[in-house]
Structure formats: C-alpha cells, structure tokens
C-alpha cells in the first residue's frame, strides 16, 4: 500500500472521519497515525480512525515516527506544503511529488457520497425557497444575508459551504461582491449564491432573480429587456453545456459550448471566470470545468455549471446547478426545480 | 526599499487597504501591484491603493512583472507559498527568505490600530453582555450559539473573528469543542469563546460562567466545590500573569508565571495549550505569549491572556482577555469589567 502524508482539514477527514485545523496524517501501509495538539485529542481519539498522536511540535513528531517505521518514500501534494516543511521533511525521506494528491482521490465520489450530496443540494434548494419569502423591498444586502443564512443554516444547526453572495444591481457585476448597505428596490436585480454543509459535504448555488415578482425559478421576467436579454442568454448557455454532459466527454468541451453561446451574442469579454468546479468535501475541488481541461466526463462526478455575464456598473447574472454523473450513467441536475 | 512579494488576504490588506482571497501582491521598491483574478477586479481598483493587474494565472503574471522589472532579490516568508510556487520563482529572482515577514511588521500595532482594536474588544464584550439575557435553561449548544452569533454580528452587520465556541460541562473540557445537541441545565458550566471584526481588526475573548445566575463577570459563583476551585486557580493565574506585564519583560515569562500558579495547584497537566497570542488583521498572530517566545514586551503589542485548565469528561475552564501596551508605556486589559 501507498505511503502518504497530508496536512488539509478535509483530506484527513476522507481518509479517517474525523478532523481538524491543527493536523498531520499519515498513512504508512495498514498503519494511519492522526497527530495533533492537546485541544483536538479527546474528540479525535473518539472519533478518528486512526492512532491519535498528541504533540505540540507536529512536524518534529512526524519525522520520528517516519523513521521509527523506517520509511524510505512518501507521496506528498507540493501544493499543500510551505516550503520550509517540505525541505525539512525531504530531509529524512524520499518525497514523491504528486500535486493534487487526494483531489484526484476525491473526483470520483462513491454511490455513498453522491446520496449525501444530493441530500445537501437539497436542503439548499429549500433554504432558498424558505429564503424567498423574506425578500422585502427595502431591506440591504446584510439584512437579506442575516435572513438568507439563518434558513440556510436552519437557525445554526448547520455550517454553510461559504459566505453567501447577496447583490443587488451593481454589485452584482462583481462575481465576489462585498457586502454592501445598499437597499432593494422594486425593479432591482438581486442575485443569490449561497450552498450549505450536510455530514461535511457541499452544495452550491447560484439564482439570479427578478425583485418584482421573486420566484427561484430559471425562467425569470424582467421588466427591463437589457436585463430579460442578458439573463437569457447566460440561461442559454447553461442549458446547452447542460445538454452535452456525457460520459467520455473532455470537461473543457463543456466550457467552450457555454462560451460559444455567450460569445456569439456579442458577450464573451463579460463571461470572466470558468463554466465550473466540482464540489465534495471542498467547496471548489477536481474536476474543474475550465477551457484547459482535458480530463473526460465519469460516473460520480459532481460538478457546477455555472456561467455569466457581468456588465460593469450596470448588473450581472449567474445562473448555477450542480450535476453528477449516477452510476446507470445518466447525467442528473440537481434538485434543478425546487 | 525592499522588495517584497505577499500572497496571504490580511498581509495584502495590512500593506493596500483591500485584499481578496486569490491574490499576489509584489512591493517593488515604490511600485506596488494587485494581482488577481477578474472576479475581484472592479473592488480591487476602486479600494486598493496599487496598480491592479487581472490574470488568469497570478504566478505567470507575477514572474513576469518580476522579469520586466528586472528584480535580482525578493524577500518571501517561505512559510506561506507552497513548494511548487516558491521552486517556480525561486528560477528568476534570488529569494530571501524571512519567515514570518509580515508578522513581524504587523507586530506592533500603531495608535491607530490600537483605538481600532479597542473599539472590537468593546463591541465584543457587549455583544456577551446582550447575550447573557438569552441564556436560558433547555436551549442546547446550536441554539445558543445563534443567539450568540446574532448578537456578535449585530445580525449579519459585522463578521466574527472564529466560529464561537459554545460548550457546556464535559464538552468545556475541549478547548475547541465540536458543537452539539446537548441542552443546557440548571448546574452547569457554560465556557464562551468569541470575537468579531471591527474595520477588519479582530477581537477574542473567553468566560466561563455558572449558569445559576449568568454574569459575565469574572467573579462567578458556583455551587459545586470542584467547579469553584477550578475556576479559582484559573482566574489567580490569569490574574497573576497580568499583573505581570511590563515592558521589557520577555513574553515567556508570563507563560511561567501562569503555568507555574496551575502546577502548584495540581493541575500543570491540564493546562494543554500556551497562554496567549497576538491579535490584529489575524485571530491568530504574533507575539505568541508561550514557554518558548523570548520576545520582550514592547508598546502597541496586543496580545491574549487565557490560562485554562480541561478535565476530560468533567469541564474545562478557560479566562481569556485582550491585553495592549498603550504608547504612554502603561498595560490595559482592554474591555475587561464590560
């Protein structure tokens, strides 16, 4: 069996059920050793699978433990290392560089995990529902947060996958906006990203919505045609990148069908991030669906489609589902119509 | 000047006034650039007080500002870049590497940031003030944690500084306790761990409290003996370490005069962790105050005092308060008896 190090929260956590901030994991052969700080020790002795090692100095530990089991290689993600923990371990071992090491671990998820998801994703798309009845006019985007997420996190009972996006007109050209005290009005755009954890699983979401009459619906009706043409033609390109998703497609074919869309009505310079990311235990994780990637479409994986157009100083529109692909081979949306 | 290079969001916001969570931030003598992706574009030009520079691959751009700029040395922490990125700049400019690089800048906070601080430590310990009039018998931790974030947020109006850490009797023996369903009854102790960002400055505070009659004061009173005796060798030692800190002291010795009240007493054990840190743009920064740090006390440092001793399966306490060193030479527990 592989020997392997790993320092990210979620990575231990897909490997032993338990985790926290503070940790060093090592799988060497049948033997993982969870090693952490006096703070995490009684909750990971109950609940990792693993040995739990408790040490103010982690790395110090872990370099005794790699050569109290003699060990000679050890795969490790350069990615996840600063530098200095990187040499000072090469110094006792042979490192052998894998980049993305447990992303690439995680990209398939299990029948298992995909059952959590799309319980996750489910939950979302009701606390969006519950959210729309809490869409006043009048209210600013920190009081539309404040309500946004005590239905997403049903009053605290549950982490959210991120800050939730709440921006209205403007500010919604900003992909990443900054909380603002700018205040609904009647012909606003509002758009919502927002996803939430369920057993430490991800969903996401994004709805771009017409105050007037707000609905979390795809099909939108604004009063405004700028904005009806710009928001339909973001939907366009979802639907078609949507259409193509098939096993043994390349990812990067899907980025370039809703790029096409956007591009040919006239937009392409406004589309300014990638189609999509996978999601798991990582709010944004492999595979990533980008124009760069080559890797082709499997069973379980999980995934946004999430194009867009921002005009700036005037609005932005993005429209987001997450898709997997089930294990009878069939692509599925989501929770798309809740 | 220096040239420096930056990639962690409060390092960039304490060096340009805006920062964002993809970032590289070169300081080339007077010329300083953002660069990050097209997400973050608009914010990053009208708040950043830099030349922004949008990419798609921030480390590709970065390299070749560095070339173009014909830059021979660069100061780097090598803690904070994974070993790729340093391995993939270190092939065109010679790296000097300064652990802690900005720590250490940030370090000593100036007049300014020491009001700004202030006024977090305040707001903070009225939002425990606010929540100690919804501590109520049969709530469970995820309830009152809510209610605590609601009022630690102003309802979604400001951020916090970490997940509250809300722990009742067995579970205030974790000094970073999981949250849980477990309801709160008449006798038992409540520990409350908590902070909020006033202007991006953080503030930390913990009390450990009798839920009898809830204060948050620092004198409590409890019914069982143990519990009192407990919490008063935590607050002694608390107390002695403050009265302490002088300039010119060396932060270690605090750490001694703490641990020393805790092991005369018999409980050296149960005191896991180290007596403090520092507090600015990070909840976590220098100086540390533990058995190792021989940094000496100096004006504008801002740092925690938090002795606590945990016995597993029965409660924790842990008394935790922001300290400063005004620039009139004079120590201030900041905000200690709202």
């Known amino acids: 069996m592989d020997n392997f190090i790993l320092n990210k929260e979620n990575e231990v956590y897909y490997e032993c059920g338990y985790s926290c901030d503070n940790v060093i994991f090592l799988s060497l052969g049948s033997e993982k ?15 990792a699978n693993a040995e739990v090692i408790t040490t103010n100095n982690l790395l110090k530990t872990t370099k005794e433990i790699l050569l109290k089991n003699r060990i000679k290689v050890l795969k490790i993600d350069p990615l996840n290392w600063d530098y200095e923990s990187f040499v000072s371990l090469s110094k006792i071992v042979t490192l052998q ?14 029948p298992n995990e995909l059952e959590i ?11 969006f529902e519950e959210f729309k009845e809490e869409i006043k006019i009048g209210l600013d985007e920190f009081e539309l947060s404040y ?7 049903n009053r605290g009972n549950r982490d959210l996958s991120f800050e939730p996006i709440v921006a209205i007109n403007e500010n919604s050209a900003k992909p990443h906006a900054i909380i603002s005290n700018k205040k609904l009005q009647i012909d ?23 105050v007037e009459n707000p609905t979390m619906s795809k099909i939108q009706q ?37 790029r ?26 492999w595979p990533y669906v980008n124009k760069r990637n080559e890797i082709l479409i499997q069973e379980g994986m999980v995934f946004t489609i999430e194009p867009g157009i921002y005009l700036p100083n005037e609005f932005g529109v993005r429209i987001e589902d997450m898709v997997c692909i089930n294990y009878d081979g069939n692509m599925e949306v989501m929770s798309e119509y809740i």
Chains 1, 2 share one sequence.
């Open 117 to 127: 998801i799309k319980k996750s994703v489910f939950l979302g798309a009701l606390a």
């Open 147 to 153: 309500k946004f997420k005590e239905k997403l996190s």
């Open 188 to 210: 606003d755009i509002l758009l919502l990203d927002a996803g939430l954890k369920y057993k430490r699983y991800c969903s996401d979401r994004t709805r771009t919505i017409s």
């Open 222 to 258: 604004f009063n405004n045609q700028k904005k009806q043409k710009i928001y339909d033609i973001v939907l366009k390109a979802q639907e078609e990148a949507i259409k193509n998703i098939k096993i043994g497609i390349p990812l990067k074919k899907l980025d370039e069908i809703a």
């Open 97 to 110: 560089k894998i980049p993305n090491y447990s992303h690439k671990k995680r990209m398939i998820k299990t």
């Open 33 to 47: 050793f969870f090693i952490t700080d006096g703070r995490y020790t009684i909750d990971a002795k109950e609940n």
């Open 260 to 285: 096409e869309v956007i591009t040919k009505a006239g937009y392409g310079d406004y589309f300014v991030h990638s189609l999509g990311h996978g999601v798991g235990l990582d709010i944004h994780e």
